[in-house]
């Protein structure tokens, strides 16, 4: 049976994604995305004409996802409990999804690396600036909380403080308080932030 264009796209993209989940980003080849999708390689081929192509339709997936680790944050208790919110469920997809989460940062590395070829690194803070932003903003509209950091600058600032916590928690989980710690940085932003 023929599968339309369109169908088959989205399954390479699927396939794409649980491979990095699976075994990395440099696993990631036309020839093994097409096998993993039970896919003839010519389709493959048609549906991404690169490498890059399909990263960057894999990264756009998990753009549509982000909202993930901050759904049913609650805006309306404003700014300092929408963020201890989203960095809960940032921490818990941490430790329920590690593989998830290592290849979306392998993903950012790889994008980083092949910059010259491929728009996605740039992309990438931007977006989660975006839907972080909204919430953020909201929480704090909502409350009338004042932030002396501008919100851009207050979601860039939480991200390095969760990638550097992610990266250090996957290496060794049971090293340290990775989450006591995680969580002293991110009261330490709201404090900053004069929330």
Known sequence: MRVPAEERKEQLISATVELMRREGVQSVTIRAIAKEANA????????????????????????????????GVPVHLGLRKAVEEVAEG?????????????SEIELILWATRNAAVSPLAAKIYPAYEVELGNI????????????????????????MIYDGAAIQYMTDPKATDHRGQFFMMIDALLIKAGV
């Open 40 to 71: 003839p390689l010519a389709t493959a081929h048609y549906c991404f004409s690169n490498k890059e192509e399909l990263m960057e339709a894999a990264a756009e997936a998990w753009f549509k996802n982000l909202s993930r680790f901050s759904s």
């Open 90 to 102: 940032y921490w818990r997809a941490l430790e329920e999804e590690p593989a998830s989460i290592l």
């Open 136 to 159: 953020f903003s909201s929480a704090a509209q909502g409350s009338d909380d004042q932030c002396l950091i501008g919100f851009p600058t207050l979601v860039r600032i939480f991200l």
